[in-house]
């Protein structure tokens, strides 16, 4: 805890420190909180599925393991699918390369044609190259790989969240706690972390479905792998979709011409515009109460500090700062800065402990 007796500016310096130590700490403990963070996520994901097999009179215990084989399913279809396309897209790359060089070829002598003299080199390592989406491509799909690899323990961790979110409400039964305003602010927080998980998810799936059918009509290699990028990118929020649509809009490039590739990027453009414009807000409500500028460097930030995997989890991380931030009188004003709304919204209330006990924060969405 903070010196009250010290200088308000002291105090605060004094908490910059701590901030930032605690940064660092996490950024050299990254590889093994990655899994961690991973499998809690899937966990509180996983969560309201479980509760919905209960509420239809299955036992807990089958609940779980029906959800759990769901995962492995999952998960290997998953393999199956970056594995194969993977080795399709290496096999392919000798022909996309000379692709680049006739696309390269064709713009000097364009620009040639216009008086503009060219250095050929300086047009081979511009950023249309195949190294350039190759690198793009391992970068990507190598934050899978390292999430497959640490798949048992990820599932490990998953199935030990689900389990003790299950058996922690019979923990807290007869304890003084649960009277208190902390845990009312605490079940505010589970609620809304589970809320935009599972909302989150949803929207992801719808995404990539579309996106998969629409790359089914422009007759697009590797569909599969575009589809399941644009699923999971969906979670980085603001420039996942723009990341997902730059290795189809270069296959499209790399099959047919610049018009099927215009065709395709605005494809992208129009999908995500009409659900992350029109359909997530409307299934999402109040969602994380984060300002736009506390996204967008939370997202920064996080990646910094747990790698590309830190992207994806960013908003959820945020989250349990900005709710430890408001839970001490010294740090609710930081929170009240990462929030899109008043400072009162955010204060802890006793009165509300009634309303949200972890027994009734069941499924999200049926």
């Known amino acids: ?20 130590l605690l940064m660092l700490i996490l950024r050299a403990m990254g590889s093994l909180l990655n ?10 994901v996983c969560l309201p599925f479980v509760d919905n097999l209960r509420r239809r009179g299955i036992p807990s215990a089958i609940a779980v393991l029906l959800v759990i084989v769901g995962l492995l399913v999952v998960g290997l279809l998953v393999v199956g699918i970056v594995g194969i396309s993977t080795g399709q897209i290496s096999e392919s790359l000798p022909t996309y390369q000379a692709r680049i060089e006739e696309i390269q070829t064709q713009f000097a002598a364009r620009l040639a044609a216009l008086g503009i003299q060219s250095n050929s080199e300086t047009i081979e390592t511009g950023v249309i190259s195949a190294e350039t989406i190759t690198r793009f491509l391992r970068v990507i799909l190598g934050s899978v790989s390292i999430v497959l690899a640490q798949s048992l323990l990820i599932l490990g961790i998953t199935v030990f969240t689900i389990i003790e979110s299950l058996l922690l409400p019979n923990k807290l039964k007869n304890w003084k706690f649960r009277d208190s305003p902390w845990f009312a602010h605490l079940s505010r927080f589970n609620q809304s972390i589970r809320h935009y998980l ?25 569909l599969l792998l575009w589809a399941f990028l644009a699923f999971i990118l969906n979670y980085i929020p603001s420039i996942g979709s723009i990341l997902a649509s730059i290795p189809a809009i270069f296959i499209a490039l790399m099959q047919y011409d610049l018009r099927t590739a215009v065709i395709v990027g605005l494809g992208y453009w129009i999908i995500n515009y009409v659900v992350g414009w029109g359909i997530e807000p409307r299934w999402m409500g109040k969602g994380l109460n984060l300002s736009i500028l506390t996204v967008f460097l939370s997202l920064i930030i996080w990646a910094w500090i747990l790698g590309p995997i830190g992207m994806f989890l960013s908003l959820p991380l945020t989250v349990l700062v900005k709710f430890i931030l408001e839970g001490f009188d010294e740090t609710r004003p930081m929170a009240l800065l990462l929030s899109d709304r008043s400072l009162e919204s955010i204060e802890p209330s006793p009165d509300t402990v009634d309303d949200v006990m972890p027994e009734q924060s069941g499924t999200v969405v049926g």
């Open 198 to 222: 599972v909302i989150k998810t949803w929207i992801s799936l719808l995404t990539g479905s579309i996106v998969l059918i629409f790359l089914w009509f422009m007759r697009i290699d590797f």
């Open 35 to 44: 899994p961690i963070f991973i499998g809690v996520t899937l966990g509180l």
């Open 1 to 20: 805890m903070i010196d009250k007796q010290a200088s308000p500016a002291g105090r605060f310096l004094l908490l910059l420190i701590g901030i930032g």
